[in-house]
């Protein structure tokens, strides 16, 4: 059974950092993408960062480039997401989730952890 366990996050001021962890569970090979997504309220969800587990190329938005970065940590079957330079805007419910075609369908999701950032 696949499972991803989130943890980290939290509160910080605007400037600070935080890191969030994505322990995955249940999956066998790592020909997948695992994406960080984000929903503020009031707003869509935004993906926020992938990573192609194989090769280890990533992608951000356009709105954390430059200040979040995406790893893995392929012997824990861990994926995270450094966050600085944080700004009030990034306050948002962040998740997690698996694409095993890395097609865009993500069909696994973290449980979401928070991250509030004040000014």
């Known amino acids: 059974q696949v499972q991803l366990r989130q943890s980290g996050g939290g509160s910080a001021q605007a400037g600070g950092s935080l890191r969030l962890s994505c322990a995955t569970s249940?999956?066998?090979?790592?020909?997948?993408?695992v994406g960080w997504f984000r929903r503020a309220p009031g707003k869509e969800r935004e993906r926020v960062a992938t990573i192609y587990r194989l090769s280890g190329s990533t992608a951000y938005g356009d709105s954390v480039k430059g200040r979040f970065t995406i790893s893995q940590d392929n012997a824990k079957n861990t994926v995270y997401l450094q966050m600085n330079s944080l700004k009030p805007e990034d306050t948002a419910m962040y998740y997690c989730?698996?694409?095993?075609?890395?097609?865009?369908?993500?069909?696994?999701w973290g449980q979401g952890t928070q991250v509030t950032v004040s000014s």
């Open positions: 989730a698996v694409d095993f075609s890395c097609a865009g369908q993500f069909t696994y």
């Open positions: 249940g999956v066998v090979s790592i020909r997948n993408c």
